[in-house]
């Protein structure tokens, strides 16, 4: 939206006195104000997804609208909305927060649009009401938890965190152990890319959410880092090997004990952790990257697809647990001699 310019017309007193005589004529240049909207669509496809992110980043939109003032996000057309939904959107939306744009939520009616405010989603974009990063500060309803922009300092915290939340209101006699395992091979692995030396950028977030009439618990992590086939290709290079095609890359990321070494401390285990854990747990993962997706279901059964010409930003990480799978958990104390064999 522009404001055109405005002809003004100032008498001055000698014109007062005798109009016509003298005049000032004064000229206000434009004010330009320009919006962006997004219309925000659950997709189907990797494909229609990455499509609509790619659309949307701040880098596209300044490129048409330079004078950029103000983002507005439309919630209105959607009823439903998923875990890596969430965190893929808040990692649009906090690139146009960190360039100091203003983001406005279009109030509606909508499912989505009450779920993002009740998980503290609209907030995190609010100056005023903006959730400290190392705060981790509970919605009202019990079955999400805290979502969260990631700081690489607070994940371990975050990870125990979220288990002893959902240990206490609906895992109770289950082990759930695997979930701040699981958790921390995520951001010690996947945020590697999302953090390296390279990255053009180091946006993340994360949020866990249970659905109790399924028993379905998920986790989702999305970053806007290199994305998982570039890291491993740069780290090929720097050890004099020849790049692979993406998701070769995404599948040599998952072979136990290969590592990008983009961070001192990865050991090579995290992501292959994830695939055959979640594989013994009946569990599934999905992994989406830069013209890669990976999936493995509920049986263990692994597809592989390559997303050629398809630029999916960064990674993002979608776990699913089912509660009937996980183990009993074993009792702290032993009773008795019998306890011991």
Known sequence: MFCSPVTVRFLSKAGKAAVGRASAIFVLYPIYYMEHVIYFQVFTTTAAFASFLLDNRLVKVRSSKPGLTLLRVDLANEQTIKPHHVVTLACLLEEY????????????????????RDIGFLRQWDANTRTAPDGFTLPADS??????????????????????????????????????????????????????????????????????????????????????????????????????????????????????????????????????????????????????????????????????????????VAIRLLHERLPAEEPDVLDGEASLF
């Open 97 to 116: 927060w960190l360039a100091g744009i203003p983001i406005r939520f279009e109030a509606s009616d909508s499912v989505v649009y009450a779920y993002l």
């Open 143 to 316: 079955t999400s938890f805290v979502f969260w922009k990631v700081e690489p300092e607070s994940m371990a915290d975050y990870a125990e965190s979220a288990y002893r939340h959902y240990k206490a209101h609906f895992f109770q006699g289950k082990d759930l152990s695997v979930l701040p395992t699981y958790l921390a091979e995520i951001f010690n692995n996947i945020f590697d890319h999302a953090f390296a030396a390279g990255a053009a950028e180091r946006i993340a977030y994360c949020m866990v959410q249970y659905y109790p009439a399924t028993e379905r618990l998920f986790i989702a992590v999305a970053d806007f880092g290199m994305g998982i086939p570039n890291s491993v290709n740069r780290y090929l290079e720097s050890q004099q090997q020849n790049p692979l095609p993406p998701i070769e890359a995404l599948k040599q990321s998952l072979e136990l004990h290969f590592s990008a070494k983009s961070r001192p401390h990865n050991r090579g285990r995290g992501l292959n952790t994830l695939s055959t854990g979640l594989a013994a747990l009946g569990g599934t993962l999905t992994i989406q990257t830069s013209h890669a997706l990976y999936h493995v279901d509920s049986s263990g059964k692994a597809y592989p697809k390559d997303l050629a010409g398809e630029n999916f930003p960064g990674t993002t």
